[in-house]
């Protein structure tokens, strides 16, 4: 399945945003979905997943009450919405798609397909 992100740029703290990942490819609905984020020199680390249904998500603590993962499998469509943004947000953020539909997983080696990568900059 290919992978192709949007929504990133510059926002002010407190600000939101919006990250689209369209599927295409494979049957979108069999995968559950991932939001990761990465910056320079650190690891790429689990942000939010959701279960193929859309069910069951599941958030980093650190971005919990603040983004929502919802995904819409008519338009092969996975959203991060971003609200009360920090500076310590900044990062790289890629969507990746994962065969156990029904687990949310926090692990990168469980997900076998990755977006280009958005860049989301929050300045203070």
């Known amino acids: 399945v290919q992978l192709q992100a949007s929504g990133g740029g510059l926002v002010q703290a407190g600000g939101s945003l919006r990250l689209s990942c369209t599927a295409s490819g494979r049957t979108f609905s069999n995968y559950a979905m991932g939001w990761f984020r990465q910056a320079p020199g650190k690891e790429r680390e689990f942000v939010a997943g959701i279960t193929w249904s859309g069910v069951v998500t599941r958030y980093a603590d650190s971005v919990k009450d603040r983004f929502t993962i919802s995904r819409d499998n008519s338009k092969n469509t996975v959203y991060l919405q971003m609200s009360s943004l920090k500076p310590e947000d900044t990062d790289v953020y890629y969507c990746?798609?994962?065969?156990?539909?029904?687990?949310?997983?926090?692990?990168?080696?469980?997900?076998?397909?990755w977006g280009q990568g958005t860049l989301v900059t929050v300045s203070s």
């Open positions: 990746a798609a994962s065969p156990s539909r029904v687990l949310v997983a926090v692990a990168r080696d469980r997900y076998d397909y």
